[in-house]
């Protein structure tokens, strides 16, 4: 009798837990789909969050009524949407699809689990915006024909379209039959203001920073007078290298990295740069500076010729 009991409240549980994991995963889906078109930094954030939650939720609640299958294909997810945090960096085709096929993992995992079907939930892998105006298709082609007309030698590293292809493959892949022009638009908005933003602190900082790095110069109590000054240009690198990392510009991030360390191990007093050696780095660091001006140009002259390419579409 106890048996039938306790048979029967299990099978209550595991009732309501269905119920419960069919509403995360419409959610989960849901927030996918809206991924994959491009949201605002904001809304972005928001739809990480409700797919990271849910898949918690759906592990935390499974591990509660002893369904380790479904615990485990749940938090193994959770790399895969980490993966698509940033809003300024282009999700790959493998990125959406490796947390699709793990989506999957957790359906399947549910129905051997309940014995109840989940195979028919929606999912971003087959997403169909049916509103939407622009064949992922015909502008993928678009992007393509673009990408061979660009200098194979830009000297800056930049290169927004081979982003955008990367994401028009992945749209393609997962499955989506149409795009809002407005939304790749309002993607390429975003990055422009984050990296016109981080070419005015370039330009702001860099001659500070430039202009701290002489005193190094200096010897004895000089030197030690101005070692405030030189902890305060820190603060500048270290803020350029986390503004470097916003906007995926990797050859900055690494030499601001560089100079941090430097830069903190001077003011700690572990190491006396040698005149040469201070100018060698002050000259890389103007040298930094024009190469990321050039890396913000090529990035303007790239989002006209799709924006163009957009309206032409």
């Known amino acids: 009798m106890v048996s039938d009991n306790t048979d029967d409240f299990q099978k209550e549980l595991i009732g309501l837990f269905v119920q419960e994991a069919h509403e995360w995963l419409q959610r989960i889906h849901d927030a996918l789909d809206e991924l994959q078109q491009w949201p605002a930094p904001e809304r972005h954030a928001k739809l990480i969050h409700t797919m990271s939650a849910g898949v918690t939720s759906l592990g935390g ?22 993966a698509l945090q940033d809003p300024l960096k282009a999700g790959s085709a493998q990125d959406f699809l490796s947390l699709c096929k793990q989506l999957g993992q957790i359906h399947t995992a549910l129905t051997q689990a309940t014995g109840v079907s989940f195979d028919d939930e929606g999912s971003g892998a087959v997403a169909e915006i049916v509103d939407a105006g622009l064949s992922p298709e015909k502008f993928l082609k678009t992007l393509q024909e673009l990408q061979n007309k660009q200098s194979s030698d830009t000297g800056s590293g930049r290169n927004v379209i081979l982003s955008l292809i990367e994401q028009m493959e992945g749209q393609i892949q997962a499955g989506v039959q149409g795009i809002d022009p407005t939304t790749v638009q309002g993607y390429l908005a975003r990055v422009s203001e984050a990296e016109e933003s981080f070419l005015k602190a370039i330009d702001a900082q860099v001659p500070e920073i430039m202009k701290k790095m002489r005193l190094l110069k200096m010897a004895g109590s ?13 603060q500048d690198v270290a803020q350029l290298r986390a503004e470097a990392q916003q906007v995926n510009a990797g050859s900055a991030m690494m030499f601001f990295t560089g100079l941090h360390v430097l830069l903190t191990m001077v003011t700690q007093r572990r ?26 140009e090529h990035g303007r002259a790239q989002r006209a010729a799709i924006d163009q390419a957009l309206q032409a579409d």
């Open 61 to 82: 609640s499974a591990a509660t009524i002893d369904l380790p299958d479904v615990t485990q294909a749940s938090f193994a997810a959770l790399p895969f949407i980490e």
């Open 222 to 234: 000089e030197l030690s007078a101005h070692r405030v000054a030189l902890e305060a240009s820190l």
């Open 271 to 296: 190491v006396l740069l040698a005149a040469t050696r201070v100018e060698s780095v002050t000259s890389r660091l103007h040298m930094m500076g024009d190469a990321i001006r050039l890396w913000v």
